[in-house]
Structure formats: structure tokens, C-alpha cells
């Protein structure tokens, strides 16, 4: 995410495993990371647009993680509280006000849980449709070119696609 000046957040820039100019100092490395980078839509040795692909993964990815968790978290709960109570509750003889008591709680574990969920998946879909999984993974291929091992990248940047590099 650049500034609205075009600069990048100082710890976007942290998250580059490697500059370009490391990059440039492998050699027949640059026309392979210049075809990656065609493919994809990025220049992967332009480090301010790199970082600032780097930040937007990072960024997405733990907002569609802890969406997920906390909706899968809130539902639990509120699904358990649906079943015990439809299942146990005549609502014909009990009164309105108990009823209202009992399942307001209910219905707004449901609803938090619900939106958390709807909320997480849209995330993933901007994080599809954005196109930054194909640049990050673009990335993983000039890491992978560069000689880096997967094994070393942080959680955060470790390929979710099935694909496996170094």
C-alpha cells in the first residue's frame, strides 16, 4: 500500500527477502525475473512495488485469517445455542419475554459469527481477484530462481497454492 505521496511504509520495505539489487547480481537471473514479473504484472525488481505487494498480502491475508478464526470462534457457540434451544424449548406454552431473553443471545452470536465468516471470504476473494496470490507466488519463483530454500521464508510468505518451490 503506497502513501499518497507513492512511498512505501518503512516496514513494508522489511519485508523484501531479497532487494533487486541482489537480484541483479545473479547471473542470467534478471531476464528470467523480468518474464515472472510479465506474467504476473508486477516488476519484481522495482523494490517499492514489490514491498508494496508484499504489505498488501500481509495485510490481507491476516485479515482473512483472524475474520476466520473468530467467526468460526463467535458460530460454535451460537449454532450449539440454537440447537439446545429449538430442541428444548416449547415456545408455545413459555412467554414471549423468556423467549426473547433466551434466544437474543443466540441470534446475535449467529449474526456476529456469520458476518466474521462473510467478512473472511470476501478478503480471500479480493486476495484472488486483486491478483496478489499469482504475484506473490510470481515472487515465490524468483526466490526459488534466486536459489532461496521455502524453508527459510516467514509463515506469512510460505506458498498456500499446493505448489512447491525450493
Known sequence: MSGADGTVPEEALGLLQVTAAQLETVPGL??????I??????DYLADPEVAAMLHRHRRLLGRMNSRGAWGGVVLGPGAAGAWFLT???DRATSDAVV???LFTP???LLSIGVYLLTRAFWFRHVWLRSGTRDQVNGYLQVLSAAGL???GLP???KPVTGKRWR
Open 30 to 35: 534478471t531476464e528470467t525475473v523480468r518474464t
Open 37 to 42: 514479473g510479465d506474467d504476473t504484472g508486477i
Open 87 to 89: 430442541g428444548t424449548t
Open 99 to 101: 423467549q426473547l431473553i
Open 106 to 108: 443466540v441470534v446475535l
Open 149 to 151: 530454500p521455502h524453508h
Open 155 to 157: 509463515a506469512w510468505l
